[in-house]
């Protein structure tokens, strides 16, 4: 059972205040990143934050990445508590898998537009709709979606799940369309039906920014999150040999990494969420990494300010925690993604 948390003591703490886009008043300096580490310690507390974060919160954290595989590495460390810093589905995931560790997100309010896109009640009236049909949830999905769920997918391993289906069975896929049409294209698949949804900031990386910064670098490899608006286009681009097939690579957050760590210089055009490209940088620091789209920047990711983690860490707040019975089904959904062989890395 998770502890509930005792307030510390903390000489930043009266600065903290409350803005208009969530915490405000505390610097990312030396003092602290030193009141995090010691806080921190005095909590036996991992620091998680996802790849979208500020540069300062991923520099302190003691993990980065994608929302699963944080949530894989917190069950696997002896840590009381995990502190979050992402949005609050990601929080979820953390507490699906490590049920017993007391989990914080820095802020409550950090959602999800693409979360959001659907609900559990949505959900169950789509099931009742096509009773024989099996569900495929991306894991941008709350708990209580995943609980619904047959199988849950990564971008990463989402042609390959659905690959693994029976082929007379029809698929609910959910939320992100441009993912589930990536995979009805990349499947061939015709009995595939896609929800709607989307998520705000990689939907608004369109097609006519892609083709922009093509023309203005023409030489160089492009990254795309399926998620993207754009993505049709970037096949459209290789299809109409405007841009070298071999230099359109579709990839999941940990596959861009992956590939930046192969490939070592150039310039890359980078189609997600701006948060990425710290990690990019640091990964491959002789590559010119440019944002198909500057403005993509995630404001919910962005409400994890220092003086949030800050406040969150002496505090003891905000808990996310998942009722069991949502939990114990949401895990099956996550297991039955793992069972199929592809694990692969979150968002
Ligand atoms: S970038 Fe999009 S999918 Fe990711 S947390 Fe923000 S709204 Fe959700």
Same mark, same amino acid.
């Not at 093509?214 to 999150?225: K, S, V």
């Not at 998620?227 to 957050?253: F, K, P, Q, W």
């Not at 707040?317 to 692969?344: H, N, W």
């Given at each position: /059972? ?87 589905? /990601? ?42 049909? =099996? ?36 698929? %609910? ?48 490899? =492009? ?53 990425? %490209? ?31 983690? %800050? ?22 959904? =996550?297991?039955? /993604? ?10």
């Amino acid at each position: /059972m998770a502890q509930k948390l005792s307030p510390l003591a903390s000489p930043l703490l009266d600065k903290v205040t409350e803005g208009p886009t969530g915490w405000t008043g505390v610097e990312a300096d030396e003092e602290w990143a030193a009141e995090v580490r010691r806080l921190a310690a005095e909590r036996n507390a991992v620091i998680l934050a996802h790849n979208y974060q500020l540069p300062e919160i991923q520099d302190i954290a003691h993990f980065t990445g994608d929302s699963l595989g944080l949530s894989r590495i917190a069950a696997d460390t002896d840590a009381d508590v995990i502190i979050f810093c992402g949005v609050h589905f /990601m929080a979820e995931s953390a507490k699906i898998l490590s049920p017993e560790k007391t989990v914080i997100i820095p802020d409550e309010r950090a959602g999800c537009s693409l979360a959001d896109s659907i609900t559990a009640e949505q959900l169950a009236e789509w099931k009742a709709e096509h009773p024989d049909a =099996l569900v495929v949830s991306y894991v941008n999905t709350t708990a209580d979606v995943k609980a619904l769920t047959d199988v849950c997918c990564t971008s990463s391993n989402a042609v390959d799940i659905v690959k693994s289906l029976p082929a007379d069975r029809e698929i %609910l896929f959910n939320p992100d369309q441009f993912l589930g049409a990536h995979v009805k294209r990349e499947t061939g698949r015709d009995n595939i039906r896609i929800w709607a949804g989307e998520c705000h900031v990689h939907a608004g990386i369109s097609g006519p920014d892609l083709v922009a910064k093509t023309e203005e670098h023409p030489g160089a490899d =492009l990254y795309i999150h399926p998620e993207c608006g754009c993505a049709n286009s970037a096949i459209y681009l290789a299809g109409e040999g405007l841009v070298d097939e071999e230099r359109v690579h579709m990839l999941s957050t940990g596959q861009m990494l992956d590939e930046a760590k192969n490939q070592q210089t150039g310039t890359v055009l980078v189609a997600t969420e701006i948060g990425m %490209l710290h990690q990019l940088r640091q990964t491959a620091p002789e590559i010119d990494f440019e944002p198909v789209n500057e403005r993509a920047s995630c404001s919910y990711m962005k409400m994890i300010t220092p003086a949030a983690l %800050l406040r969150a860490l002496a505090l003891g707040v905000d808990e996310v925690d998942v009722p069991k019975e949502t939990a114990d089904a949401a895990r099956e959904s =996550l297991e039955r /993604m793992i069972a199929v062989g592809q694990s692969g890395l979150g968002e």
